[in-house]
């Protein structure tokens, strides 16, 4: 078939988030304070335990504690740790830092640190299931290993330094997502084996410690400048409460002065609640669903902690906001592992399922239970597959009878709508893949992990992909500067929208949709918005008004009405699917979701011409989730006219 040649005016910017219509999304930034507000650092200071008493694991000793997880978990964890019993640790060499810089590539550097937390992670498990001292030295040496890094930050974060990008500032230690995960880990070794690592010599321990200091809390203790931090009113995004997850950990397990533990535990308070200041009262994640575990999740397991430490008395899950927080991940659900992946997510999405179980649990949510036993079904839960922070790694295990026996159940809700977020979706059956599954977004172009997509759509059938948001490719330094609008996934041409007199959607808050509207009924939902503000002048356009319907059993309608102030070049209307369209007939195209079932797209033949263009899927990530190629349906206009409309018709 004929390939569509790109000849697109490259505006561009920032909407990423999920899906919706609208005006505007309400305005966010509530100066809420759910923590800082509600509890002052006197009350913190009464009410948070001293030492590590909080923590109810067994100790490495107590053998007869370890035995109380299953056997075969035990075996399991053991049988990976022996991969490792000769394993030849390696150091980070200084060119994969400058791969970086020269060419965007994060790859080989991110690689060297998989290489020694990986390792390191699996033998400490091992050591403390097994308890003979077997992976003891190999420990060591993965925690010497870890000690010598120049830094434990990601080449791709360094440019935090006051020097910049580059090599990494060994005076000048940057607190990122790697830096924190990796204190928080090494705290939980030294928890565990500081009397046996004491026993071969004491400077194992202390090093730890003096690392843990130098690196991470000293660092968070005197700095409030890191970004995520968001002390001086930065937008905030998932670095936020991961980070702050992390520190708040390591500083319950390593921080020994009562004062520097007071105030630093505090400190993280006050930081998460400009994470929560920024969300809307939907509690929608504007990173999307893949970025829920990072975001939301995170926020979760330091307010679990904060409770914990608190014996109960600091305690927000009844806050409205932190339930509807939690709730997301379930009403962006698709067809597991398929979410709705507006943004920097990728459509398949593997939430961790004893995160969702015990978030449900704590706001009193049994959907989100039943969310939480269902993935642990799908993940394999039982037979030890476990990830994530090694606290709830430990609480998994310990209590893993109880996730496996609650009902599970996907909760597949019939409709939903993110008002704040901009997103909505509907299917045909609730409680049921059977049938459509719609999902559309509006908002603006400057959200967190930002795509060029407002008004942008996707559409299942029998929880298969049809019509798609392609998502993120791997992230290069490219992903997260001024050419991040030069890579094709992020441009508004490749979603599922018009490309307005050749011109896309550009980048900014202030590139937003207008004047919109939605409904609900037993029948299915309806909204419309005008994305013309979603585009630069260089569009000449006055008004661009998309309108969805639809039908539960029936299908999708769109209708495109516009009002050009002049025609320059003929508009496009695309469409993103995963397999090859055919046109069966004038103006109807057979699409295929991916279980083979066909669906049917209509088009008024005099008003627009049908071409399809083939993307070759070059990126590993992309290629992962939808296969060597993907296609782009592309019906042109044929009309010379300033004012009109189009009509799509999608169904069987």
Request: charged residues 20%; hydrophobic residues 35%; glycine residues 8%.
């Amino acid at each position: 078939m004929k390939t569509f040649q790109r000849k697109i005016v490259f505006p561009v910017n920032l909407i990423v988030c999920v899906l919706m219509f609208f005006v505007a999304p309400a305005q966010q930034n509530k100066e809420r304070n759910l923590l800082s507000g509600r509890y002052s650092e006197a009350f913190l200071e009464q009410t948070l335990e001293k030492g590590t008493g909080w923590v109810q694991f067994p100790a490495y000793s107590d053998r007869s504690g370890w035995e109380r997880v299953p056997k075969h978990i035990r075996d399991k964890c053991i049988a990976k740790g022996e991969g490792y019993l000769n394993y030849e640790w390696k150091s980070v060499p200084a060119t994969t830092f400058l791969e970086f810089v020269r060419s965007g590539g994060r790859g080989p550097n991110e690689k060297y640190h998989t290489s020694v937390i990986t390792p390191l992670s699996d033998m400490f498990y091992a050591e403390l299931f097994e308890g003979k001292g077997r992976f003891l030295d190999q420990i060591i040496n993965g925690v010497w290993a870890m000690c010598e890094m120049t830094t434990w930050s990601s080449a791709a974060h360094i440019k935090a330094q006051t020097t910049g990008e580059g090599l990494p500032n060994v005076q000048e230690p940057i607190i990122d997502l790697h830096s924190a995960r990796n204190a928080h880990f090494l705290a939980w070794i030294n928890y565990f084996l500081k009397q046996e690592f004491d026993r071969v010599n004491p400077f194992i321990s202390q090093r730890i410690e003096y690392e843990i200091n130098r690196r991470v809390l000293e660092p968070f203790y005197t700095r409030d400048d890191f970004r995520w931090m968001a002390l001086h009113g930065q937008i905030v995004g998932n670095w936020n409460p991961y980070c702050n997850s992390h520190v708040l950990a390591t500083i319950l397990l390593a921080e020994t002065d009562w004062q520097k533990r007071v105030k630093g535990v505090y400190k993280v308070m006050t930081s998460l609640d400009k994470f929560t200041n920024y969300y809307g009262d939907d509690g929608g994640c504007n990173e999307g669903p893949g970025y829920w575990g990072m975001a939301a999740a995170s926020h979760f397991e330091a307010l679990y902690l904060l409770k914990k430490v608190t014996k109960g008395g600091i305690d927000i899950f009844s806050d409205p906001l932190i339930r509807n927080m939690g709730t997301f991940i379930y009403k962006v659900d698709i067809n597991y592992p398929y979410f709705i992946n507006f943004a920097d997510a990728g459509a398949k999405v593997n939430p961790n399922a004893y995160l969702v179980y015990q978030y449900g649990k704590s706001i009193g949510d049994t959907p989100m239970q039943g969310f939480g036993a269902f993935l642990a079904q799908k993940q394999n839960f039982a037979n030890g597959e476990y990830a994530g922070s090694p606290f709830f790694v430990f609480e998994s295990m310990f209590d893993m009878n109880e996730i496996l026996t609650y009902p599970a159940k996907e909760p597949l809700p019939g409709n939903f709508w993110l008002p704040d977020l901009q997103v909505a979706g509907c299917r045909d059956k609730e409680e049921s893949t059977e049938g459509f599954f719609f999902a559309a977004k509006g908002g603006h172009n400057n959200e967190s992990h930002n795509h060029n997509d407002v008004g942008t759509f996707v559409l299942y059938y029998d929880g298969a992909p049809l019509i798609i948001d392609v998502g993120p490719g791997t992230y290069t330094r490219q992903t997260f500067t001024k050419e991040r609008y030069t890579i094709w996934t992020m441009q508004s041409a490749y979603h599922n929208l018009p490309t307005i007199n050749g011109v896309m959607q550009k980048e900014g808050k202030e590139f937003k949709a207008g004047n919109f509207t939605y409904n609900a009924s037993p029948s299915g939902i309806s909204f419309a918005l005008d994305l013309s503000g979603a585009y630069p002048n260089e569009a000449l356009v006055n008004s661009w008004v998309r309108s969805y319907e639809f039908t539960r059993e029936k299908g999708l309608k769109i209708k495109d009405s516009y009002n050009l102030k002049e025609v320059k070049e003929p508009s496009v209307l695309s469409f993103m699917v995963r397999l090859e369209p055919v046109l069966i007939k004038t103006g109807i195209v057979n699409m295929t979701n991916s279980s083979g079932k066909k669906i049917a797209l209509r088009f008024d033949p005099e008003q627009l011409e049908f071409s399809y263009e083939t993307i070759p899927q070059t990126d590993k990530n992309l290629r992962e989730v939808w296969g060597d190629n993907l296609y782009r349906i592309v019906l042109r206009s044929k009309s010379n006219k300033m004012k009109g409309s189009f009509d799509i018709k999608i169904g069987r």
